[in-house]
């Protein structure tokens, strides 16, 4: 069996990495926050989609692939029809098609054809097993919920999958559980009946219950025997409580990044100690890349000055000229001389991380943000001898995977050289050049044409402008879900998640 998701159509590929530097840190915190991801919303799927495999097991049906498929499909659909009935669900597949079809007024509510995979109607979700099979059998394989069946079926494991399962149905009764599975077989329910299945949406999941307790288990690896990647899912979750705890109020995925960048005032115990270190590494390469795309940028404006493009040359010549018209270059400094002279600690590193990912301002104002924040990553590395292993441990070192490692390799190896010759062989060598490479492999391999510029007849010609993108680490799903269970809210921590942060302190 394919374990990947399984997607009706190929996604068109808008070449967001396109110096193939973003990957480093997606790995990274992929190892950070396994078994969730960016589109696993809702903890509640988890124990809705391990109770619905057991519930299609024991009705003792054939391993038809097909049937399996419309089971699932037909849940999800009912289960949006439902969330959307209940008003203010958030993070629930299908639900704009649910909402849309509330509106229309049925005594009775056929979804039968929306749940289906007919590509000549109106479905809930195009995408072929559903939310289920698009965003969450993956990581719920990682998590030890679900496995390998026959004929491609996913089934809960027999262990966890089959206690997460008879938790939730615990928590819902069996009224709701008899009701929902009849309109599944039905593939159409009554309009005034959605209002008794509300106990299945993802907001209500008691507080005081075994479900609860087992989704808490299940995030913080609080097992028996826990693997690695529990352990690592767990300690970024009880840094996640802890910055509630600081602040007094729900964070916020931004608020988490900038809470984890510097040591607090209060010591950590040396495990979250650690993996806030990963989370600083992993902020640390982020903030470079965005920076190199900030080059990117400026390099493809200058192309885009003449409608002919510009050779390498040009481009070299614009990037010193332009830098030697800073007042802080007038001296030329080396590049040493330059990253030491910064005070990291008085440095606005968000300020220039929201300039180079914002909107307002040009390529070439945004420049000189790329190249302090470059120096002074560097300066920040070199101080720091804790950043400065973890990075080595955590991003391996790889010309083909470029990362903020070998970034800061090139620039170790010419720190004599003066700010803007160094800046100009960068952005040439590592920046333009490369993304040349990327975009080629790209289209070698996928057939998918991502250059932001081309080149003919040794002229660069500008086709399309760039903006400097952070990547997205699993920070919103992983801060709802502890929402979710009841540890965290809007002021905070609850007493609950107090007290599981203080029993692992």
């Not at 399962?165 to 709701?176: D, H, L, M, Q, T």
């Not at 992983?478 to 007290?499: N, P, S, W």
Request: overall charge negative; charged content about 25%; some cysteine.
């Amino acid at each position: 069996m394919d374990a990947l998701p399984q997607w009706t159509s190929k996604i068109d590929k808008r070449g967001l990495d396109p110096l193939g530097m973003q990957n480093s840190g997606i790995v990274l915190y992929q190892a950070l926050l396994p078994g969730i991801s960016n589109i696993t919303l809702r903890m509640r799927y988890y124990g809705f989609f391990c109770w619905l495999g057991d519930a299609y097991a024991r009705r003792g049906v054939t391993t038809d692939f097909e049937l399996w498929r419309q089971f699932v499909r037909r849940a999800e659909t009912l289960y949006a029809l439902v969330c959307a009935d209940a008003t203010g669900e958030v993070g629930i597949g299908g639900i704009d098609w649910a909402d849309h079809r509330l509106q229309v007024g049925e005594d009775v509510i056929d979804f039968a054809e929306a749940a289906s995979n007919d590509k000549n109607v109106t479905r809930y979700l195009i995408q072929s097993m559903g939310v289920f099979g698009a965003a969450y059998v993956t990581q719920m394989q990682e998590m030890g919920l679900f496995e390998e069946g026959p004929n491609g079926i996913q089934r809960i494991t027999a262990d966890a999958g089959v206690l997460l399962a008879n938790a939730f149905r615990a928590s819902i009764g069996p009224e709701v559980e008899a009701r929902f599975v009849a309109a599944i077989d039905a593939g159409k329910v009554a309009r005034d009946a959605l209002a008794s299945l509300h106990a299945i949406i993802p907001s209500a999941i008691p507080d005081t219950s075994e479900e609860r307790a087992s989704y808490e288990k299940t995030l913080f690896g609080n097992g028996d025997n826990p693997m690695v990647h529990d352990v690592s899912r767990g300690a970024t979750l009880r840094l996640l409580l802890e910055v509630a705890r600081v602040h007094g109020e729900r964070p916020t995925p931004e608020s988490v990044r900038w809470a984890l960048f510097d040591p607090p005032g209060r010591p950590l115990a040396a495990e979250l100690e650690r993996q806030r270190l990963l989370w600083e590494a992993y902020h640390c390469q982020d903030l470079f890349q965005v920076a190199a795309a900030g080059l990117l940028a400026w390099a493809i404006s200058i192309m885009s000055e003449s409608d002919n493009g510009q050779t390498l040359a040009d481009i070299r010549a614009a990037v010193h000229d332009r830098l030697l018209d800073r007042e802080e270059l007038a001296s030329a400094l080396s590049w040493n001389g330059f990253r030491t002279s910064i005070d990291i600690g008085a440095f606005g590193w968000r300020e220039a991380w929201l300039r180079l990912t914002g909107r307002r301002g040009s390529a070439e104002e945004k420049a000189w943000d790329a190249v302090q924040l470059i120096a002074s990553l560097h300066e920040r590395v070199d101080d720091r001898e804790d950043l400065r292993q973890i990075l080595r441990s955590a991003l391996r070192a790889n010309e083909r995977a470029r990362s903020i490692v070998t970034e800061l390799r090139w620039f170790d190896q010419q720190p004599d050289t003066p700010v803007a010759e160094l800046i100009v062989d960068y952005v040439v060598q590592r920046i333009v050049l490369r993304h040349s490479w990327v975009a080629m492999q790209k289209f070698r391999r996928q057939r998918d044409y991502t250059f932001l510029f081309e080149v003919r007849d040794g002229r660069l010609i500008y086709l399309n402008h760039y903006q400097p993108v952070a990547t997205t680490p699993r920070l919103a799903p992983a801060l709802q879900f502890l929402e979710d269970i009841h540890l965290v809210a809007g002021d905070g921590l609850t007493e609950r998640g107090r007290a599981l942060l203080g029993a692992n302190q």
